[in-house]
């Protein structure tokens, strides 16, 4: 791939060996490491940090200052918040090598994850879900709730375009915005 398939600022870092898709920009202070994946039209922000192995989807929108470590895989369309952090191991000590035991973080398609949240490893973030600013996730997050708090507790659901969806005694939900509607079932949500 050429380097015109996608912007990169003069300050940003690219290391051989990874992938970036076209229509890709990638902003100020940068560094994307060797055997990243990033897909087309995703926004890289200031002062962002992609290790090697991360995988992000097409149009992923990453704010200022976050670290996508080793295990973290993005699908499509994931918004990741100014200063949220991921980790990677459960229990880090300095003294410790622990790249052997690295655990993977699946954030599935749609999900919008808040500014100065914190991902504890090993936990899968569910397609469209959306993790209030400052949450600090500690188990698995169903598609389509919406979890705030420390540690984070789930308060409702969300619509693919990020309303409160509210289920009547049916339990099917309208979206306010686009009349899609959603049915919750066994406390899962799905799209009708």
Not at 4 to 22: K, M, N, P, R, S
Request: glycine share 10%; hydrophobic share 40%; with cysteine.
């Amino acid at each position: 791939m050429s380097k015109l398939d996608y912007f990169h600022h003069e300050t940003a870092v690219i290391d051989q060996g990874c992938t970036i898709g076209a229509g890709t920009k990638i902003w100020h202070f940068s560094h994307i490491m060797p055997g990243s994946i990033i897909g087309e039209n995703c926004n890289i922000g200031q002062n962002v940090v992609i290790s090697p192995e991360v995988i992000l989807g097409r149009n992923v929108k990453v704010q200022n200052n976050v670290s996508i470590y080793t295990g973290v895989v993005c699908d499509d369309d994931v918004f990741l918040g100014p200063s949220m952090v991921f980790t990677n191991v459960i229990n880090p000590r300095s003294a410790v090598v622990r790249r052997n035991e690295y655990k993977k973080t699946q954030v599935g398609k749609g999900a919008s994850i808040g500014a100065n949240s914190t991902i504890v490893c090993g936990n899968p973030i569910g397609a469209y879900a959306f993790i209030g600013a400052g949450a600090v996730v500690t188990k698995p997050v169903l598609p389509y709730a919406l979890v705030v708090g420390n540690p984070a507790k789930q308060i409702g659901w969300i619509s693919e375009l990020g309303h409160r969806l509210n289920f009547d005694e049916n339990n099917i939900a309208v979206c306010p915005e686009s009349s899609e509607q959603y049915k919750l079932d066994n406390n899962q949500v799905q799209k009708l």
